[in-house]
């Protein structure tokens, strides 16, 4: 098992060691931060980070990035030069919004109830969610002007779940649709639930003037349910009203935006993380052509499907290449064997992480689902990293609750340079340093130079003090780097990313993906009607032909870098 480097540490006489620092696996899901001003080295750290998380740990690499800075296009530059082309084209998704949106589905419990989840907890999940989103989204107090809108909004999803009722909304009623299953429906059915009560409501009494009432209640098998709908149809006229604008102010969120309701409107699942937990991959969600709200909004919705994957996970991968675990349970039960107890299923290494990592996470995160990541996300092998420029911003942008719920859930911290973090000084100053000399040190650090407060390497232990550390190299193929990209390389996989992977991305994984796609199995490279031109001769050729390559593996050793002079990243462990 491998460990992930994180910086050249100072010996006694100041001189930077040869050998880094690394954080083992073990440790990883403690989880780990950076901190640092602009231009303090961020954008490089992270990029390192992920190659070496990708490089010496087995599970996907997740990278939500919401600036528009290029980092994600520098990382995949960075990842061809390391391991190569085919490496690139098979196991990394690039999901650049707006052009390319992932494939997710919202209101859809297909996948939890496969997983095992029950009907009732999975319907209720997509109702907190949504909820969760729309607090993320709308802040303090305009979030807080209803109190009432969050219950009415929980009660149309779950009529729309509603296994007697669900698919059956639009009938008796002008609208001329048909829904083919209870199991998943669109943000335009939660509108059009919402729209009909308001005109149930608001034709009250024109029974007793001879006129035909217009609207409908939705209809629910759940007696509670149809409880709170009825209470509040028959809520006085002002009432009703200021409710149901509250719930249509929450809808607008997502009615108004083009790219948002493509996904909350999509229901056909071409990206479901389940189906990437056991490979070893890198996963870039590229926010920056998306404005503020949406790009919240959006990191919402991956976080929410992420931590339904997770959830439902059995930290079990299949040796025969079966896509979930029912299959597996299926197989067993036709060769003989105990559905228990499939013998195709095995568990996960001892390095298989899920790394989630969250550039300008003030940004973007600080809501009740970034805290139960941080809390409960050690016990499903997940390994939560943010970037910030300040720890106090993270506060700023968010509950402070949630705020210490996050900071008392990272084991290691890593802080760049600082210019009025008091706070920070006082917790990593000790017997040898006051914290007015460690704030000094802190704003006065060189570019790209750390200091690192890290977790006890064994239990009851006593961690390290906290020590500076010099960076690593930049990757091969960062413009910082020694060595960066040739102009011909660089067009050369520009025309890469625009005629392949994006190609590829679009039809297998977005929401624009046909729904006979097959989505549900390990990237392959697929021809795309115009190819790049061919590499320049330097370029890294495609890996050995006779390295063994099976569902979801590597297409060569990732722990080893391509054997024909392209050139590799420094300081690997």
Excluded at 173 to 196: K, M
Excluded at 328 to 352: I, L, M, S, V
């Amino acid at each position: 098992i491998k460990n992930r480097d994180i910086g050249h540490p100072r010996d006694k006489r100041d001189t930077p060691e040869n050998t880094p620092t690394t954080i083992p696996p073990r440790k990883l899901n403690t989880h780990y931060a950076r901190f640092a001003s602009t231009g303090g080295g961020k954008s490089v750290s992270l990029i390192n980070d992920i190659i070496s998380l990708y490089e010496d740990t087995s599970g996907p690499t997740i990278l939500i990035d919401p600036k528009s800075d290029g980092m994600a296009k520098r990382y995949l530059q960075a990842h061809f030069e390391r391991f190569g082309e085919q490496d690139l084209r098979d196991n990394v998704y690039y999901f650049d919004m707006p052009d390319t949106i992932p494939g997710f589905t919202f209101f859809d419990i297909r996948s939890d109830i496969q997983a095992g989840m029950s009907r009732v907890d999975a319907m209720q999940n997509k109702a907190d969610h949504y909820d969760e989103i729309m607090q993320f989204v709308m802040r303090g107090e305009d979030y807080n002007d209803s109190k009432v809108a969050p219950t009415l909004l929980s009660a149309f999803i779950k009529s729309l779940f509603d296994e007697e009722y669900g698919d059956r909304q639009y009938e008796g009623t002008d609208i001329d649709r048909t829904r083919e299953s209870p199991d998943y429906f669109t943000h335009n059915d939660l509108e059009h639930v919402a729209e009909e009560l308001k005109r149930y409501q608001n034709t009250q009494g024109m029974e007793t003037d001879g006129q035909t009432r217009t609207g409908s209640i939705p209809e629910t098998s759940d007696p509670r349910i149809k409880r709170t709908l009825m209470r509040h149809v028959e809520s006085q006229g002002t009432d009703f009203e200021t409710i149901i604008n509250a719930v249509f102010n929450r809808l607008d969120y997502i009615r108004e935006d083009t790219h948002l309701r493509k996904i909350f409107d999509n229901t056909n699942n071409a990206f479901d993380f389940r189906d990437h937990l056991n490979e070893d991959c890198v996963i870039l969600f590229d926010l920056g052509g998306l404005r503020d709200e949406a790009s919240k909004i959006m990191t919402g919705i991956i976080l929410t499907n992420l931590w339904d994957a997770v959830e439902t996970h059995d930290e079990h991968s299949c040796t025969v290449g079966h896509d979930n675990p029912q299959e597996c349970k299926q197989h067993a039960r036709e060769t003989g064997y105990d559905e228990n107890y499939p013998p195709c299923r095995e568990p996960w290494d001892d390095d298989h992480l899920i790394n989630l990592i969250i550039d300008e996470a003030a940004s973007v995160t600080i809501s009740e689902m970034m805290s139960k990541l941080f809390e409960q996300g050690r016990g499903f092998n997940l390994s939560f990293g943010l970037a910030a420029q300040y720890p106090k911003q993270l506060e700023e942008s968010g509950d402070e609750s949630i705020f210490n719920t996050i900071f008392n859930n990272v084991g290691t911290l890593l802080f760049g340079k600082l210019r009025r973090e008091q706070a920070v000084a006082e917790v990593l100053s000790h017997e040898n340093i006051d914290a007015e000399e460690f704030k000094h040190r802190l704003s006065h650090l060189p570019e790209g130079e750390w200091i690192a407060q890290l977790p006890s390497p064994q239990f009851g232990e006593t961690g390290p003090e906290p020590f500076s550390l010099l960076p690593l190299e930049p990757p091969a193929g960062h413009p910082a780097s020694d060595n960066s990209l040739t102009e011909a390389n660089k067009r050369y996989i520009e025309r890469l990313i625009r005629t392949d992977i994006k190609q590829t991305m679009t039809q297998q994984y977005s929401i624009e993906a046909t729904p006979d796609t097959d989505s549900h199995t390990s990237r392959t490279k697929s021809a795309s009607p115009t190819q790049p031109d061919p590499a320049p001769s330097h370029q890294p050729q495609e890996p050995n032909p006779q390295t063994p390559t099976q569902n979801g593996s590597r297409t060569q050793n990732k722990s080893s870098p391509p054997q024909n002079g392209a050139a590799t990243t420094q300081n690997q462990s």
